[in-house]
């Protein structure tokens, strides 16, 4: 069993704000500004940030890829953009399928594909 994800960012408490957003999650109750840790739970899971000192500097070896419930892909994709994510690559095809890669506030990659309902129809 996978307890969680481990995230190592500059400032756990704050990417941790950003991806309880991005998640629909909560951070954990007793997270504080300046915390070296912080958690958040979702349905999709728990990721727990730690403080690191280093840059991250090259490609993930590990990222996360987001299906939306409730949204589309590009419905999705413009709220991360609005929550504070940056696109690193565009992947959608004319056909409808694909996916969005974008950067977390502190760089670190993720995808959002389209939703259930969008591979039904598509």
Not at 57 to 62: A, Q
Request: proline share 4%; aromatic share 6%; hydrophobic share 35%.
């Amino acid at each position: 069993m996978i307890r969680h994800v481990t995230v190592e960012s500059a400032d756990p408490y704050a990417l941790a704000g950003f991806w309880a957003k991005a998640l629909d999650g909560s951070r954990a109750d007793d997270d504080y500004p300046g915390d070296p840790e912080a958690m958040v739970t979702a349905a999709a899971g728990t990721l727990l940030f730690v403080r690191t000192d280093e840059r991250k500097t090259v490609k993930n070896r590990l990222h996360l890829d987001l299906q939306p419930q409730d949204r589309t892909r590009d419905e999705e994709v413009e709220r991360l953009l609005a929550l504070g994510a940056t696109l690193q690559g565009d992947h959608r095809r004319t056909d409808g399928s694909g996916w969005v890669t974008l950067y977390d506030p502190e760089g670190n990659e993720f995808c959002v594909e389209r939703s259930a309902a969008e591979r039904v129809a598509g």
